[in-house]
Structures are given as structure tokens and as C-alpha cells.
């Protein structure tokens, strides 16, 4: 049983499918402060839901302040302290912070989702923003104690996030040296974040997702009236990620700074998404590793037919099985980590890297968090009917999982984002000359012809038929990645 052993600790599990871990000591720190103390604050918020908002002070002036458990302020802040933002900056990679990501996702998978809007707000403002604009809002960003300042990234609204080219109205207005936007965010997550980036379109810019521009939006007073410069609505009683406020915002002749030229905005718009999406990988590979963890823990004391339930051929074999394609799993969303490690400098026109790098990790996305949910109800099942109930825990991963397959993209977007990058830029070429080094060439001829049976197919056909080939696309990458991360 010594492999299934590795499920119980985030950091045992890196340890065993990577061959060296940067920032051990730091990481083994982190683990442990989440088994003595986070475990419990996080416990707590989830079950004490959606925080408040105080929208008016004592004098009738528009606040807007989220009102938190003080917990959950110690929560956050750890892992800002840790480095989940400010590492990936000043050591110019960004493993630190999806490593970081994994062991804190372990224990709470939501928390992870203010950590990635801060780093999608931070990485954009350290490309595309003019050096005034840096100077002035990025230490803020990257400080190192609990005063570091938050980001958001802010895209959908109420029209759909799946066809942003369409969705998006808020309008941005130049006004001298900065500009004014307007419009409502549907789902705004880290409402009340001290910065944010915001998809709106210039007035007169073209329509479609060509015509949308990157914009930064500080949370800031307005120097003119002392108003807000943007205002929370209200915040959405989630099923799951209740470490997350997630909000509408109002934005109202909100002052925003442009970010990159405003003709490249789709760019940027994706660049911010591509780190988000790669996030949204490894939290749903370490929610697969935490739902199978409690289920091994109870497997291991409820016994059925005179044996701890671990013990029947039936479980045993499906823990097993579960384990190889959690490698898998894992396997692909690293390589999408790895990918996009060399390529996030990168900045339009892309190299053939780039296009790589998208491919997988639409796919890594879209597998992740398919079996994410997927284990999470197995999960509950193992514990049988104590698994439905709130008081112990396993019902919660159901709930975490089912956000992560929806924010940043359903599994329909990734499919059909994927099809594109791969007949506008042949990324599947690059993909299978890569997987050609560890793959047995007849399984990958096979998979090859599949995949080309798809893309001949006409457009209506090939997107009512991708789901399947996709799936195949992505479980095939992942067992092969596999074989390269194995020891
Ligand atoms: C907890 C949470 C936090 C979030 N935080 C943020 C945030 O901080 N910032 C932000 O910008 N957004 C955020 N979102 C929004 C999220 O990104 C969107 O919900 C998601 O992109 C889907 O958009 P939608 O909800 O408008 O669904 P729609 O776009 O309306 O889609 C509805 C359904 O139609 C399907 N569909 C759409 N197009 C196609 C197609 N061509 N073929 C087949 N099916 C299709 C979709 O896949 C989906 O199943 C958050 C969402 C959640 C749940």
C-alpha cells in the first residue's frame, strides 16, 4: 500500500512525480501551517458562507467593504506572505507559484482563486503597463508583509463569459491621459480588490473580441468627489469557493489605465486567462489528491465483510486505478505549467511555443477538473451515506469541484478553443512531435488519425463531435506526460 501513501500529504506527492522541488523548506512550512491551523479557519468559512457587504457607513457615505471573519484575512495573507505572487515576479519563473498553489489547494482549493486574480492583475501591469503606471501600483502588488494589495480579473458579465466578443458592453471612454469605463461585471471574484483588470471596449472600436482592450481599474477614491471608483452590488452566495467573495460590479465612469495597445486587447485579455486556467489545473489536481486522501483515511477504519473496506478487491482496484490517472492528471497540468513558464514573457506576435503551451493547456484544464468531479463523487460514495452529510467534509470537494470545471472557461470552451489553436496554428503537430519522444509509435499514429478524421470533418460536424476525440486527446497526453514524471 506504500503508493497510495503518497495521497496523504501534497508535498509527499510533488515529491514523487518531480525531480526536484525548488523551495522544499518553504513549501513543508506552508503544508504544515495548513495542517495545524488553516485546516480549521478554512473549515469555518465554508461553512459560515458568503461574507457581508457594508455598503453605507454611520454617515450614509458609499463604502463597499467587504465584511470578513478575521480568519479568513490570516488565511489569505498567508499565502501572499509565502510568495504565490511576489515569487513568481522577482525569481522571474512561475513554479514557485504553482507549487505553492498545489500544496495550499490541498487543503482549501478556493483560497487560490484570489492568489491567481493577484498574479493575472500583477503579470499584465508588469508587461503591458508604461513605467509611470508601474512605479506607482506594482510594489504594492508584490509587497512581501499583510498591507500587499489585491488584484481581480474581471471579464464577465451578465450577457455571457463563453462569448466574450458579445458579452462584453462596458464601454471605456478616453478622458486625457487615463480613461472612464462603464458597465456592470457579473462575476467579479475578489470584489473589493485594491486593483483590477477589466475587459470594456473603447468607443468606436470594432465589435467582437478584436474591438475589446485590457484596462487597469484601481479601487482608489476619486480625487474629484471622493466617490468610489468602482461599487460591489452585492456578492453571489456560492455553492463552493466560500473563501472567495465573488461579486457584481458596478463600474461607473470608473478612471482606468490602458494596458498594451488597445487593437491587441484579446491578447492581453487571453494571456490573463491562460494564467488563471493553468491555475484552475493543478487546484483540480490537488482536489482529486485531497477527495481520494479522506477517502483512503475512512477506507482504512470502516471495515464491511469482516475487513477494512481498502482491503476488497473491488476498492482496492478502484484506488489503484484512480491513483495512475491522478499521475496522469498531474502530468498534464504540469506540463501546462512547464509550458507556460517558458512562453509568459511572450508577447503577440507568439512562437510556435506559445501556440503549444495553449493547446495543453486547454486540454489540462478541461480533463483536470472533468475528473476532478468525477473523483470527488466517488469520493463521497466511499464514505456511503457520511459522505453526504456536511459536518464531515466530503461533500464540500463535490461543491469545489463543480465551480472548477465552469470559472475560467466550461469544458465546451476548451474543446472549441482548443479545435482552433489547433487548425489556425497546427498545434497539435507541435503536441505529438513532442509526445513522440515517450509515446509507442502505433498509439500515437492512431491517435494522430483520429484527431485528423476530426479536424476534416465540416464545421458544424466537428464541433458536434469534438467531446469525445478531445477527451481522447487529453487522456492520451496526459498517460503519456506520465511516463516522463514517473521515478
Ligand atoms: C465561482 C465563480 C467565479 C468566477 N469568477 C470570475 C471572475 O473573477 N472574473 C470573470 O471574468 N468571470 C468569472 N466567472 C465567470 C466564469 O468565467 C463564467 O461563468 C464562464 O466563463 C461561463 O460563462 P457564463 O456563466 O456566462 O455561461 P455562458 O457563456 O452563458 O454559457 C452557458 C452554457 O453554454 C455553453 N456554451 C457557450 N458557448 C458554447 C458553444 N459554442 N458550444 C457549446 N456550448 C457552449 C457553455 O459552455 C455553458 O455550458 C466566475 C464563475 C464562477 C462560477
Known sequence: MASLDTLRSPLEFLQSRLPSIPHFDLLAAEQEWWKTEGVAISGTIDRAGTPWVRMFDQSGRRVDEILYAHEYETMLRKGYRSGVVWRALEEKSLI?????MYTISFYDPGVCCPYTVSLGTAVPLAKYGSAELQARFLPQLLRKDDSVWQGATWMTEIGGGSDLGAGVKTVARPAGDTWRLTGDKYFASNAAAELA???????GSPPGVRGLALFLVPRYRRNEDGSLNYFIRRLKDKIATRSVPTGEIELRDSEAYLLGPADAGIYLILEVLNLSRVANSVVSVALVQRAMADALAYAECRTAFGKPIVDLPLLRHQFEDRLRTLRSAFALAWESVRLLDQ????????SERYHLFRLVAHLAK?????????TAKWAMEVHGGLGT???YGAERWLREAMILAIWEGTPHRQMLDGLEVMERKQAHKLL???????APAQELKEMESELQRLLNLPPDQKEAEAEAVFRRLAVFSADQLARKYSQ
Request: aromatic fraction near 18%; charged fraction near 25%.
Open 432 to 438: 505529438f512531435a513532442r509526445l513522440a519522444e515517450i
Open 343 to 350: 512562453v509568459w514573457m511572450e508577447r503577440p506576435p507568439y
Open 197 to 203: 483588470v477589466a475587459a470594456a471596449r473603447p468607443e
Open 389 to 391: 452529510l456536511a459536518e
Open 366 to 374: 478541461y480533463w483536470a477538473a472533468e475528473f476532478a468531479a468525477d
Open 96 to 100: 514557485p507559484t504553482y507549487l505553492l
